[in-house]
């Protein structure tokens, strides 16, 4: 009876957060199409080409302003500077991304904090 309970719960819950479906449905949809954050000249200089988790978990931010926060802080998304420029309207440096005038929606944004609360695995 548990294992039918945790496949109704697993099922319900769609797909767990990983750093794989974060790379297919956020940064390839979202900051990657014009180049922003791809190849050597990234913006800020953060390349979220795949792989990318050694670019974002536990990595400091790039920038005059930002040299005191981290990225991705695994477990923490709130005081993960990639979350917080996705969700805040004036994050800590610079404008709320991605720059292309909407915010990400309610699902991806949640995907993103679903799997560095998770811990921010390399999966």
């Keep these: 009876m548990r294992a039918l309970f945790a496949l109704i719960v697993v099922a319900a819950c769609g797909a767990p957060a990983t750093l794989t479906r974060v790379e297919s449905e956020v940064f390839k949809k979202s900051c990657l199409f014009s180049g922003c954050h791809s190849g050597s000249a990234s913006a800020e200089g953060l390349n979220l080409d795949s792989p990318t988790y050694a670019k974002l978990v536990n990595v400091k931010?790039?920038?005059?302003?930002?040299t005191?926060?981290?990225?991705?802080?695994?477990?923490?998304?709130?005081?993960?500077?990639l979350y917080q420029k996705l969700t805040q309207t004036t994050p800590a440096m610079g404008t709320l991304m991605p720059q292309t005038g909407e915010m990400l929606d309610a699902p991806r944004l949640q995907l993103v904090k679903d799997w560095i609360a998770a811990g921010a695995e390399n999966n």
């Design 61 to 66: 931010a790039k920038g005059a302003m930002v």
């Design 68 to 81: 005191n926060l981290t990225l991705v802080v695994p477990g923490k998304p709130d005081d993960s500077y």
